[in-house]
């Protein structure tokens, strides 16, 4: 069997536009990689037809850095820390998805202390990745305040995290075995003061954004992803949830102490713009329902079982272990040959990477406004895609 | 200049005499010719100063005004409170490095941003500041003005497709189609002024005024013209939430994505002066310019009025208008191509015509609000 | 062309694959026979537009919401977090000896080599003891690991977070002030039966100064173009 | 910064810390409280769900090795054929492709691809194996079946060398078109390849 293997000069090969009356051609251009709406460097190649999109290529490998690679020569214990520099809106859900596979490997059985800290930690993650969503998504459309809004009230919750943590962005505090440090004595008051002044946030970004017609203009009925197709499509995370599939692994398959709060799904009806942008909007309020919950009832407890020190050796065979970022459902996929203590191969499926694929469904015969909508309500993060 | 400030302590209307620098030179021409060439000269240093001044400080309040409505404090560095942040921003883009594209129309290029400085100061110069501030009063001003602000789309285009680029060019095709479907918008507006003061030149539509303002003497009709010229003007000055020729986060920077240094510096000032003169041009048209506020028939309130010199009371009322375009600005997102089209020739272009019909209306029948 | 109201959303319970599972369903707009009139929906969107623009003026009405922080100016206010991840650093006791004994852990946890150890024989006890510790700040990602590692609670962070330097080479440090015996190997060789004064003396003779940038640095202190050579001692 | 020793971005190589037990030991025995249905213990007896498929397409084999999902084993002429059965079967309905991914057994000279489904109906997950050679690793597309399978097919073909047969655009992913090797394979080596050398830096 003879396979043929193209290149991008290859693909990106233009076609006259046939049903125009005048002579015009169809044309390509770099959306990227250094362009203000592509939220760092991912690069799309655009057939466009006048304002049309007729097409979207995205070009990736910007910042590929062989994640997986370096994964197969450090141990488990030092691969968490990469995980953070994938998805870093996400760290510590990615730190969380490395140790769930190694705990479920090794059964070891963690208590409610640890249990009630990741899931109270994850939330958190999830409104600030949410808020600075946000923020982005009014920046690509075109109003630049509600980026500064967000950003400020999503710092306020990074402050939580360098509270406990000493870090802000990349933590690399969910560990295997438990969580890095213990709580600080101020996260529950410090907590509880920032939900109570976001609450009134979310209202006031409903105000300024969601209640705007022109922002209703522009993401209603835009980049319209049906259930089959986005199921077809493999994304996962808000983007699945708003074309109608109520799929959070937060409530159909269980970690952590999400079996214990209770909280709804938020679900789209068409899979527009629109959709996924209430969706996460919705998102936001249910996390803070679940902190809400959770928050004041955080058992007592030792915060790690695995001594750090300790050599990590999975059993032998293979590993898996997902759970749902703010961006989607991320897999930890773990091969190990049971001698050494480190995998024989490791492999992140990733929320970003299986979602980008979709812009280009979203945003045919559309016009290039309306392609920043898609790649901002798909809300990709790069390091992510590329790993 | 004084007289701008102090000279109009006790106007009494009716007897504004108002001699402009071009009359100056007029009448000076035939006796003195250096004299006349005095006053020009003035005229352009005069012209040139306060569009740079003029520019730099819109700059400098812009981001003051955007910074706060953002939770943020803006420039803070170089002078009290960065004051002299837009002086600085000058020098560095004047000892910028003049990058022209390789492969660029290059006469085109370097022309361009001079078109639309151009039109933006042949806008400037009509405009009445004050009873005796005032550079030209020609008797088509209305008319002069809208047919100079579309010029001004001619840099535009020509930056556009000289950059070689295709996002510039994209840009610079946004703003085409945009200038020349608003523009029909804001004329029709200005036509409502003009049916009202029964006159083309703008002085006379600010004396036209004393009585009350067109905005309010109009009925609903001036209310209407004046929302339609704010949201065309808006619209051709390339503003959010119109402003699809740059919208960066879609064109990357639209028609002046190839531009950099001083040419940038003169898209970029005549951006913000063409904000002035459209702020300005509904002053005008719409409250009065340097018309005190009246009330038909309160003597002593109007007495009142008249002590605040009309410099002020025009800077006023720019400057509201310049704010208000400013807080939509940093509010609302940016529409789509189509939105914006449809917006314009869908509703602002049939209440245009509406509305004009119904100013007809209300001059023939002299239904105004003060009728005394 | 309709207006949505951001929060007519409507909840239900639905069941997936078996696991019940309440939803909320985004609100979408009237549609079909309940479409708003022209009239209806200008005024909602208008009403919409100058409800964003209250939002913003609110702020802009109140200096107090200002949220930025100047800086340089505010050094003197300016508070990390007491677990901020600034600089590592040995921890010293009140004597000036640190806790390190150069056991390697640290190292091993290090994910990206960032840690160099060396070790060396003390000639007094006959001890392993710590030569140089490096510390590359500039392939650092402050991952927390060689704390976590550490069995001797030796290492901690400082919150120096000024760490930027226009020399890449000044970012490898040596941590330790002097290569020596740490504090336990001097407190068990005190204790230790019939050790003369003079041999305490003599261990802690063995200690020599280390110099902050005097590592063997990975660049081994080359100058470059408009940068001077580094200094060693 | 041409120095001899200036090992930037290394891959870390470190040796594992010294381990008084190299057996981990687990806290307790018992199953994991959230243990979902897919992710059945490692038992002598096959899962429920393995035992169905297999039953019903006679091409599928319980997957030979340890794994924490239920895993069944195919031959690579059988892929296509039995993946879209597994899609289709209103039983199983594997509506996602959640991963797919390859696996360098370089000691048995094989690639392993590993082909992870979901059902969104059932909620259950299945992982799909199947073993090509080396040196020739050529398999049929899935791209029919699943839509993303292309991108996750170009990204196994970027970093493993997988070819995949009738792939409508099968290039590279992260890579640049005209890379040497791939990089995830256990026996690749290039020039730029950084390795933690601590001795040299002694």
Known sequence: MAVKVSTLDERIKLTDSADSPLDTQEYFINMGPQHPATHGVLRLMLKLDGETVREVIPVLGYIHRGIEKIGEHSTYRQFVHLTDRCDYLSAMMNNWAVSLMVEKALKVELNDRIEYIRTIMAELERIQSHMLWWGVLGMDLGAFTPFLYGFRDRELITDIFEETIGCRLTMNYIQPGGVMDDIHPNFVDRVKKVIEYAKPKIDEYEELLSGNVIIQERLRNVGVLSADKATSLGVTGPVLRASGVPLDLRRVAPYGVYDKVNFEVAVGSVGDCWDRYWVRIEEIRQSMSMIEQLIDNIPAGKTMLMKPAKKTVLPEGSHYAQLETARGILGIYAVSDGVSDKPVRIHMRSPNYNNVWSADEMTRDSRIGDLVANVSSIDIVVPDIDR | MLDFLFGQLVATHATFDVVTLSDRTTQALAEDPWLAAGYALLGLAGVGGFLSLLGMALIYVERKVAAHFQCRLGPMRVGWHGMLQSVADAIKLLLKEDIIPDRADRVLFLIAPVFSIIATTLGLILIPMSPSLQVVDLNIGVIFISAVSSFGVLGILLAGWSSNNKWSLLGAMRAGAQFISYEISVTLSLLVVTLFAGSLQLSEIVQSQQDGWWIWRGHIVGLVAFFVFLIASTAELNRPPFDLPEAESELTGGFHTEYSGLRFSFFFLAEFINMFIASALAATLFLGGWMPFHIGGLHTFNGLMDLIPPGLWFAGKTTFIIFLIMWVRWTFPRLRVDQLMRLEWKFLLPVGFINLFAAATLVITKLYFFPW | MSYIDPKKSSRSAIEVGGVPVNIVVAPRGATGDKREGLLTIFYKSVKSLLTGMKVTIGYLVRPSTVVTQQYPENRETLKMFERFRGQLRLVKDENGYMNCNGCDFCEKACPNGSIILQDRRNSVSGKSELERYLWRLDSCTFCNACIQACPHDALEWSDGFEAAVYDRRLLVYTLNDYAGPPVNHIKRFKKKAGTPEDRVEELLATMEPRHQYGGPTPLSGKGMPGVPPLKTD | ?202
């Open chain 4, 1 to 202: 910064m041409t120095d001899e020793a200036s090992p930037d971005n290394k891959q870390p190589e470190s040796t594992p810390p010294p381990a008084p037990t190299p057996k981990p030991a687990p806290a307790s025995p018992a199953p994991a409280p959230q243990a979902q249905e897919e992710q059945v213990e490692k038992e002598p007896e096959l899962p429920k769900l393995v035992v169905d498929v297999c039953a019903t397409i006679g091409e599928l084999k319980p997957y030979a090795s340890e794994s924490d999902t239920p895993a069944v084993e195919v031959a690579p002429a059988d892929l296509v054929k039995s993946l879209t059965t597994l899609r289709d079967n209103p039983d199983f309905a594997f509506s996602m492709l959640m991963d797919h991914t390859a696996i360098d057994r370089i000691d048995d000279g094989q690639f392993e691809l590993v082909y992870r489904l979901y059902s969104i109906s059932t909620l259950s997950m299945l992982l799909v194996s199947t073993k090509i050679p080396r040196d020739n690793p050529v398999i049929p597309t899935v791209c029919e079946v699943w839509d993303i399978a292309e991108w996750q097919e170009r990204e196994v073909y970027d970093l493993f060398g997988v070819l995949y047969d009738n792939h409508p655009d099968l290039r590279r992913v992260f890579l640049e078109d005209d890379w040497k090797g791939f990089p995830l394979r256990k026996d690749y080596e290039d020039d730029f390849m950084l390795t933690l050398d601590v001795d040299k830096l002694r």
